[in-house]
């Protein structure tokens, strides 16, 4: 059974770009969710995608979006990139059914430098 | 809403030590809540949850918590700490929001263990 697994691990972008971060998620697992975690903080949600679609999403911008793949992997899209979207980048995989989550399992991260 | 509050950013213990770490949630209908660990430069890794039944539940790595419904608390607990439990421990609750869910995180308290 293999995890989650997130790419780039680290990344450099420059303030106004653009950046595709990736996340393949656990085998059996069809739901993906996002979470921007700041240095010091905790993470907070993003949004969630299920069965491709987004069925969540939190205090974020439209700057920030998502996908979702058939195979369930799923990429977070973050246009005209501002100093504060540097942070971790978290990917959740979960089995949704009914509205529930049961079980989140985390990737590594990716860490987002804006400079 | 919910929320999390962890009381302490900081703990700072000796090997052997016992340590307790707070956490307060606000209260709803149904609660489930959670601790993961955060070791340096990694993602999140599940210790253990509350979902129902027994309100003392406990990780494989000696850690316990218990679910205080009056007090609205779930403080993480170890009799005996060792060095290689030096890591970030973060407090999360589950919310719904619309027809998904999302985990709701505290601020983190960073234990450190030392020799």
């Known amino acids: 059974e293999t995890g989650v697994t997130q790419s780039p691990t680290h990344l450099i972008k420059t303030r106004g770009q653009q950046v595709t971060l990736r996340c393949s998620s656990q085998s059996g697992h069809n739901t993906v969710s996002w979470y921007q975690q700041a240095l010091g903080q905790g993470p907070q949600f993003i949004f969630q995608?299920?069965?491709?679609?987004?069925?969540g999403r939190g205090n974020f911008p439209p700057r920030f979006s998502g996908l979702q793949f058939p195979n369930y992997s799923s990429e977070l899209n973050v246009n005209a990139l501002e100093l504060d979207d540097s942070a971790l980048y978290l990917c959740?995989?979960?089995?949704?059914?009914?509205?529930?989550?049961?079980?989140?399992?985390f990737g590594s991260g990716t860490r987002l430098t804006v400079v | 809403a919910q929320s999390v509050t962890q009381l302490d950013s900081q703990v700072p213990v000796f090997e052997e030590a016992p340590v307790e770490l707070r956490c307060n949630y606000s209260?709803?209908?149904?609660?489930?809540l959670f601790w993961y660990v955060q070791y340096p430069n990694q993602g999140l890794q599940l210790l253990l949850k509350y979902l129902s039944g027994s309100t003392l539940v406990e990780s494989i790595n000696g850690f316990e918590a218990e679910f205080n419904k009056s007090q609205t608390s779930f403080h993480l607990r170890k009799p005996s700490v060792h060095i290689s439990d030096t890591a970030e421990y973060f407090c999360?609750?589950?919310?719904?929001?619309?027809?998904?869910?999302?985990?709701?995180f505290g601020k983190g308290t960073k234990l450190t263990v030392n020799p």
């Open positions: 209260s709803s209908v149904s609660v489930y």
């Open positions: 959740a995989s979960s089995l949704a059914g009914g509205g529930r989550n049961y079980g989140y399992t």
């Open positions: 999360a609750v589950r919310r719904h929001q619309g027809g998904s869910e999302k985990l709701v």
């Open positions: 995608y299920y069965r491709e679609e987004e069925n």
